[in-house]
């Protein structure tokens, strides 16, 4: 069974930094795509970047409103992925979900919330 | 970045309706749309890949079509278990664009 454990929320103030983990089992970690979705309070979902496979280079994309503030990594040795957020803004305080990108989204965590107020 | 408008935004139904969804991108993406259903606290489930394929373990309830631009989410025979907001995704061009949802509700 996928499973997707994600860590690291809680609160920080404007202009601090973060990191998420988002931890997987059940499946062949190093030969997926996986990618971060985030979710404000009451509003809906938001795409904010994906890390390619090492076949693929590990290269990553990331949405307009987080590229440059946001770096995308992982460990496959881990099994683990993770989100640095540095430069922090309160318009980033949302649940954070690891998907793994396959087939679009097919399995997502439980997600982490982060929020972003002084 | 290409825009995805989801009608309606709400729905009311009965348990045992069938509801259909719709979904529109601002451009052409092909078949490459996903849809998605989330209940209040809970992560997204994902429902139909490639704009027609199940995910494993959803039930055949659950139908999707189209193709291009103009793309809809089917559910028939309506279970407390549906009401929910669904919400569909483009995954033809980064970034990828989700819909702005549609909560459907109990009448």
């Known amino acids: 069974e996928v499973q997707l454990v994600e860590s690291g929320g809680g609160l920080v103030q404007p202009g601090g930094s973060l990191r998420l983990s988002c931890a997987a089992s059940?499946?062949?970690?190093?030969?997926?795509?996986m990618d971060w979705v985030r979710q404000a309070p009451g509003k809906g979902l938001e795409w904010v970047g994906r890390?390619?496979?090492?076949?693929?280079?590990?290269?990553?994309e990331y949405a307009a409103s987080v590229k440059d503030r946001f770096t995308i990594s992982r460990d496959d040795s881990k099994n683990s992925l993770y989100l640095q957020m540095n430069s922090l803004k309160t318009e980033d305080t949302a649940v954070y979900y690891c998907?793994?990108?396959?087939?679009?989204?097919?399995?997502w965590g439980q997600g982490t919330l982060v929020t972003v107020s002084s | 970045d290409i825009q995805m408008t989801q009608s309606p935004s709400s729905l009311s139904a009965s348990i045992g309706d069938r509801v259909t969804i719709t979904c529109r991108a601002s451009?052409?993406?092909?078949?490459?749309l996903a849809w998605f259903q989330q209940k209040p606290g809970k992560a997204p489930k994902s429902l139909i890949y490639?704009?027609?394929s199940l995910q494993s373990g959803v039930p055949s309830k659950f139908s999707g079509s189209g193709s291009g631009t103009d793309f809809t989410l089917t559910i028939s025979s309506l279970q407390p278990e549906d009401f929910a907001t669904y919400y569909c995704?483009?995954?033809?061009?980064?970034?990828?664009?989700f819909g702005q949802g549609t909560k459907l509700e109990i009448k």
């Open positions: 998907a793994r990108g396959y087939r679009s989204f097919d399995s």
């Open positions: 451009q052409g993406i092909s078949n490459d």
């Open positions: 890390i390619r496979n090492k076949a693929n280079s590990y290269t990553t």
């Open positions: 059940g499946f062949t970690f190093s030969d997926h795509y």
């Open positions: 490639a704009a027609s």
């Open positions: 995704q483009q995954y033809d061009t980064y970034p990828y664009t």
